[in-house]
């Protein structure tokens, strides 16, 4: 094509010879603010929704728990998803980790359908492509925390040598290498919860399911999260979901999906704008949805 001959000749003549490649190719310049890159539309499809229904009951009591909910998650997002209580949020995590079942629509987890998966290869899928951070850690008592991180290795057959080194990497990054050799009990509560982060994440999973991770956790131990969360996000690409019906945790991904009544209510962008006025744009919707709604948000 002429317009990409025409880019070569320029950029030839723009880079003297020993000139190095530009740095930052592949990570965009920016401040703190953990907003979207401007060429994220173009990153893969991690997750296609596709007009899922979920319906719990039979014929005279009948919750529909989700109700035509469509969206997609390109590699790398840090997506929110909010909604009061009852509006469908684990529903809707447990219809794409494949726990739950849909009762129509699809689920792509990389461009492959996930609703169509004989039992058999659930576990597999589950175990290779998903990581999962809850709101109680659900640490093994009897484990250290580095046994804890290596377990999704060690059940998948990772060499030992490569297994300890992915798990000092990943405890390295979220500042938790001093309790490596502690037992949960031995733990306080965020940094087991920290821990339960990088056992979902050593894996470098297609996608983190996290449902109110910051549940049981103070203020600060929360902020210590996010921020694991946000870092693991932006330094490994990683793709994460999170289920939360607090405006603060929100206020750290890139964008909300607001469920009500199981159907998408609206979503937001954060776009570049900074977490505090994010923050403000989510509280304002919450304001909006209100109503009944309100207790949880
Ligand atoms: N196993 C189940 N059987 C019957 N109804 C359920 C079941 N799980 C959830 N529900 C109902 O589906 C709706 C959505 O629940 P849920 O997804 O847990 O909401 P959230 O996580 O937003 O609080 C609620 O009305 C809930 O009572
Ligand atoms: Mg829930």
């Known amino acids: 094509m002429a317009s990409a001959t025409s880019i070569g000749k320029h950029m030839?003549?723009?880079a003297p010879a020993g000139t190095p490649a530009p740095a930052g190719t592949l990570a965009p310049a920016g401040g703190s603010v953990q907003a979207p890159a401007a060429g994220q539309s173009a990153a893969p499809r991690v997750l296609d929704v596709?007009?899922?229904?979920?319906?719990?009951?039979?014929?005279?009591?009948?919750?529909?728990?989700?109700?035509?909910?469509?969206?997609?998650?390109?590699k790398g997002e840090f997506v929110g998803i909010m909604g009061s209580s009852g509006s469908g949020k684990s529903t809707?995590?447990?219809?794409?980790?494949?726990?739950?079942?849909?009762?129509?629509?699809?689920?792509?987890?990389?461009?492959?359908n996930v609703t169509a998966f004989r039992p058999s290869r659930l576990t597999r899928f589950r175990r290779e492509q998903l990581g999962f951070i809850f709101q109680d850690s659900n640490l093994l008592d009897t484990l250290t925390a580095r046994e804890n991180i290596a377990l999704p290795l060690t059940i998948s057959r990772v060499p030992a040598r490569e297994t300890l080194a992915r798990v000092e990497d990943t405890a390295?990054?979220?500042?938790?290498?001093?309790?490596?050799?502690?037992?949960?009990?031995?733990?306080?509560?965020g940094q087991q919860q920290r821990v339960a982060a990088a056992r979902a994440m050593v894996?470098?999973?297609?996608?983190?399911?996290?449902d109110e991770p910051t549940g049981a956790l103070d203020s600060k131990n929360?902020?210590?999260?996010?921020?694991?969360?946000?870092?693991?996000?932006?330094?490994?690409?990683?793709?994460?979901?999170?289920?939360?019906?607090?405006?603060?945790?929100?206020?750290?991904?890139?964008?909300?999906?607001?469920?009500?009544?199981?159907?998408?209510?609206?979503?937001?962008n954060r776009g570049a704008a900074p977490r505090q006025e994010f923050f403000n744009r989510i509280m304002e919707v919450v304001a909006v949805m209100g109503g009944e709604g309100s207790d949880a948000l």
């Not at 490994?236 to 607001?258: E, G, I, N, P």
């Open 50 to 74: 596709q007009h899922i229904e979920k319906v719990y009951g039979s014929r005279n009591n009948i919750t529909r728990a989700l109700a035509d909910v469509s969206f997609s998650v390109r």
């Open 222 to 268: 929360a902020r210590l999260l996010l921020e694991c969360l946000e870092a693991m996000n932006a330094s490994y690409q990683a793709t994460v979901l999170m289920v939360t019906h607090d405006a603060f945790a929100a206020s750290y991904t890139h964008r909300v999906l607001f469920l009500r009544d199981g159907r998408v209510f609206t979503e937001l």
């Open 92 to 112: 809707l995590l447990n219809c794409i980790s494949t726990i739950d079942s849909v009762t129509s629509g699809t689920v792509l987890v990389n461009g492959v």
């Open 12 to 14: 030839r003549r723009e």
């Open 172 to 189: 390295q990054r979220l500042g938790i290498t001093e309790v490596l050799d502690k037992y949960p009990y031995q733990m306080s509560g």
């Open 203 to 210: 894996t470098n999973p297609a996608l983190i399911m996290a």
